[in-house]
């Protein structure tokens, strides 16, 4: 009997924290992305004067991202435990693989961006006349909207092709993951927001399986009981 409330206490707690964890990434990740693209020019070879204006608002975003992080390794995390048994060897280790690989795009952008903002906020004159700017800038850029974004389209297919195996999300999210993560592979060059595309994704997902979640407490709690 002991097992069996277990069980039952797993099924309804594992898949409330992926949602909560991927809300949290979701939000955390739109706040920051938000709080860049209004302080500065989406143009990695734009002047400093944005980054230099705007110094603290980017740091902000800078400071929101490891947290947003750690709310996406949660959510693959408990996604992973929730799958269990029905796991596919292929598929999980593209899935978490292509996960961590993303946030070692982010966070390495992140780095760069950070550094840049720490020598201009310090008043170094040199990093903008030797083109020590111009240069980390396209670097912070490249690894956000060129490896991020390839790894968060990979990271949607596969999570797709798990979820048409196993059930765990409606078939049409599925169907839409490929869709999104086609457009984030195929993309070239300058797409305003389209890293938005991911967190808006995972927040869908997020807000599905926790209502589900709390649709299968109510009907566990109205269940006669067995004597």
């Known amino acids: 009997m002991n097992h069996e409330a277990d069980l039952i206490r797993q099924r309804l707690t594992t898949p409330r924290a992926a949602a909560i964890a991927g809300i949290l990434f979701s939000v955390l990740l739109m706040g920051a992305m938000f709080l860049i693209r209004t ?8 002047a400093s004067t944005d980054a230099i204006k705007h110094s ?36 999980a280790t593209v899935f978490f693989g292509s996960a961590l ?8 952008g992140a780095a760069v961006a950070g550094g840049i903002i720490r020598l201009l906020s310090s008043g170094s004159v040199n990093l903008i006349g030797k083109g020590g ?4 800038r396209v670097q912070a ?22 979820s048409l195996r196993t059930g765990i999300v409606p078939r049409w999210m599925a ?8 457009m984030l592979l195929l993309s070239v060059g300058t797409i305003e ?15 599905y399986i926790l209502i589900d979640n709390f649709r299968g407490a109510l009907r566990t709690a109205a269940a006669p009981k067995e004597k």
């Not at 850029?141 to 798990?162: D, E, P």
Request: glycine fraction near 6%.
């Open 39 to 46: 302080s500065i020019s989406g143009d990695p070879l734009a």
């Open 56 to 91: 603290r608002r980017i740091s902000l975003a800078l400071d929101l991202l490891p947290f947003a992080g750690i709310s996406f390794l949660w959510f693959v995390g408990v996604l992973r435990d929730r799958l269990g048994q029905l796991e596919d060897r292929f598929f």
């Open 101 to 108: 690989l993303f946030l070692a795009m982010i966070f390495t």
């Open 133 to 136: 700017y111009t240069l980390a």
């Open 141 to 162: 850029y490249q690894a956000m909207h060129t490896y991020a974004i390839k790894m968060a389209g990979v990271f949607m297919i596969s999570t797709s092709t798990i």
């Open 175 to 182: 169907f839409l993951g490929f869709a999104l993560a086609l």
């Open 193 to 207: 927001w389209i890293l938005l595309v991911f967190p808006l994704w995972v927040l869908l997902i997020s807000v």
